[in-house]
């Protein structure tokens, strides 16, 4: 690989040591087995937020005494000889559009200031149910969309850690935490891992249940997660998944074994299709570059794939469901409190409310037709290698980059992984995106966890 693929020295702002710089499944293992209490590793995460928060503005909301009550909770259970759950000791970070019921809940606006919600989001409840602590709440841009909230880089503070789940991508960037939860209507878990140069995974739609989770577009609206490598989002998602009767986009399903299988090998070197996509000449030179060495350094496991005729269009069907439904969801504070959102959020409202039933209902229609189509690319690949974003992360703090790059899969719901396998000749990350088939997510994880060896092995790691 060329000098695009070789990571940078790091900066002191995402060079976390010591016990903070445990990923999460290690930091699990030697809590149970007695070398790490729980109160100890909140300890090391909380004095890395001291030395970066600063500069890197990650979290909405933070109490230390409440963090550490839980560990000592933790701990206490632990030598009382109770049964450790998966997520054991682990703080979690958690964004701010999730409802929480022992910290404020405020949805990036100041419409939402002081919200306290009564009761705990599904997913919340489960990461607690697995021994998760909850470390705090991270930034998100306003109402999750595109106005950007005080959260930087941690590569380089000047410029968008990307949104919307901003802080939760860069708070694990920076070390401050092993795990966090984020959301995407559009590209908000996966072009944040990107610029952020950490493991971002959206599940399939309807895999993590949305219950107590800021309403936007119910069609398109995902949780996804994020952790330090491939393993350590798959624990976490495995621990959120499953169904939820409040939730009519799950169903029941045997629990997903993503971990175990994320970490097995394939029986046979996974086949990847490189697809470019219609935004191909939009990037940037030195992330075509990357892209280009790196699929001709994979040699015979890639093969070049063009999108179904049947897909054109997605970009604007995408933007006419999510415009239609957030003018619908967020009609309460455009008419309250109109002048107190942002001039991008009042654009999409008022779009929206100019869509009709019959093109909403026409664009969910073709949304079957391009899922059936991508079905059929699967036959012959494992997943799909494409670019995660445009390129890196943008030099500017007043917008969060252009999610172009994940809006068809979000638009199909398919599962999508971020790996941070490259950087651009500024030396700030970009990610590499793998989307599998829908359902199919200990799949995706799988061929992710084999490229991303792949990938160490060829830079000499």
């Not at 445990?22 to 087995?33: C, F, P, R, Y």
């Not at 999610?403 to 500024?426: D, E, I, K, R, Y």
């Amino acid at each position: 690989m060329g000098p695009s693929s070789i990571p940078p020295p790091m900066s002191s702002l995402v060079a976390s040591t010591g016990f903070a710089g445990l990923g999460a499944i290690q930091a699990v293992e030697q809590m149970k087995a007695g070398a790490l209490s729980a109160r100890d590793y909140s300890l090391a995460l909380l004095e890395r937020v001291r030395q970066v928060e600063d500069q890197v503005q990650a979290w909405a909301c933070l109490h230390p005494d409440f963090l550490l009550a839980q560990a000592d909770a933790a701990d206490a259970a632990h030598r009382s000889g109770a049964a450790a759950g998966a997520l054991h000791g682990l703080p979690i970070g958690v964004k701010d559009i999730i409802d929480t019921s022992e910290l404020p809940t405020e949805n990036g606006t100041v419409l939402h200031a002081g919200r306290q919600p009564r009761r705990d989001a599904t997913v919340v409840s489960r990461l607690r149910a697995a021994g998760g602590l909850l470390m705090g709440k991270t930034v998100t841009t306003e109402l999750a969309t595109y106005a950007p909230g005080k959260t930087r880089n941690p590569h380089d503070p000047a410029h968008t850690p990307g949104g919307s789940s901003s802080g939760s991508a860069a708070a694990v960037a920076a070390g401050m935490v092993p795990l966090a939860i984020g959301t995407q209507t559009n590209g908000s878990i996966i072009r944040p891992a990107s610029f952020c140069g950490v493991v971002g995974y959206k599940p399939s739609a309807g895999w993590l249940p949305r219950t107590g989770v800021l309403v936007q577009s119910p069609p398109l609206d995902q949780l996804g997660v994020y952790g330090r490598s491939v393993e350590d989002v798959a624990l976490l998602a495995q621990c959120l998944a499953g169904h939820d009767p409040q939730d009519a986009a799950t169903r029941p399903r045997a629990n997903p074994r993503l971990l175990d299988l994320a970490g097995s090998e394939p029986a046979s070197p996974p086949v990847i299709g490189f697809v470019r996509t219609t935004m191909w000449e939009r990037m940037a030179p030195d992330a075509q570059h990357a892209f280009l060495q790196f699929t001709q350094s994979l040699g015979s496991r890639v093969v070049e794939l063009e999108l179904p005729q049947v897909s054109s269009g997605f970009l604007e069907l995408h933007r006419l469901v999510m415009e239609a439904d957030i003018a619908g969801s967020f009609e309460l504070e455009y008419e309250r409190g109109r002048d107190r959102l942002s001039p991008s959020l009042q654009g999409q409202i008022e779009r929206g409310r100019q869509v009709t039933a019959v093109n909403y209902r026409r664009a969910l229609e073709r949304r079957e037709a391009i899922c059936t189509a991508l079905d059929g690319l699967f036959g012959a690949i494992d997943a799909i290698l494409t670019p995660a974003a445009l390129g890196t992360a943008p030099a500017r703090l007043d917008a969060t980059g252009d999610p172009v790059m994940c809006t068809l899969w979000t638009f199909t719901g398919q599962p999508a992984v971020s790996l941070p396998l490259l950087h651009g000749s500024n030396g700030l990350p970009i990610g590499v995106q793998l989307v599998g088939r829908r359902d199919d997510d200990a799949r995706l994880l799988r061929t992710a966890r084999w490229l991303s060896r792949m990938a160490s092995r060829a830079a000499g790691q």
